[in-house]
């Protein structure tokens, strides 16, 4: 995938995940009551600066190393939770995110089958003041390729190296061969 196709995916989600942020910072919790505040220009900037996310491989860097205050959160559904989660991982639905407890210093990560509920989830708890969230790129769909069942060189590069190192630490299987370049059509398939 090019540079273009790559700010131009990230670029819709923000424009989904704006509107989203205004129609809630507006309505707010129809279930709470509870109500979130958000600067638009700040989000978009951080969207715009690709801040809002985090790829498979440096997630799965920072389960294995442990890094301190990290929270997982999957957003889908019990099913689907219980059929596959990343190690680490907690369930809270998307509906319950908001009544959620998080501590200031934790990270958190929110991730989804392709990742725009995660992206949805990140602009609520954004919303609620939250500055430390992220949300998995190309959510679980983006695990299961690039940490599960990656495609390395057949001459790996130091990177092929940490994320065959990482996808068998997962107990994945790295691919030889050449990787595919990302289209659109793979792209949407993935849910981005």
């Not at 989600?13 to 509870?34: E, N, R, S």
């Not at 990290?70 to 689907?80: G, L, P, T, Y």
């Not at 190192?165 to 050449?178: N, R, V």
């Amino acid at each position: 995938m090019t540079a273009d196709d790559t700010r131009r995916v990230i670029v819709w989600l923000g424009i989904g995940a704006i509107v989203l942020a205004t129609g809630a910072a507006i309505a707010g919790d129809p279930y709470l009551g509870k109500k979130g505040t958000i600067d638009v220009d700040v989000l978009a900037r951080t969207v715009t600066q690709e801040d809002d996310h985090v790829t498979a491989v440096e997630l799965a860097g920072w389960i294995r190393e442990r890094r301190a205050h990290v929270r997982v959160i999957d957003v889908r559904s019990e099913k689907e939770f219980d059929e596959y989660h990343i190690p680490t991982a907690e369930r809270i639905p998307l509906g319950s995110l908001t009544s959620a407890r998080f501590a200031p210093t934790e990270t958190i990560v929110l991730y989804s089958e392709g990742g725009a509920h995660a992206a949805q989830g990140w602009v609520f708890l954004r919303a609620l003041g939250h500055q430390r969230v992220f949300f998995l790129r190309g959510g679980l769909n983006e695990w299961l390729e690039e940490v599960m069942s990656p495609t390395v060189g057949t001459r790996p590069s130091h990177a092929d190296s940490v994320t065959s190192a990482l996808s068998k630490y997962f107990g994945g299987t790295p691919q030889l061969g050449e990787r595919a370049p990302a289209t659109v059509a793979r792209l949407r398939r993935r849910g981005c």
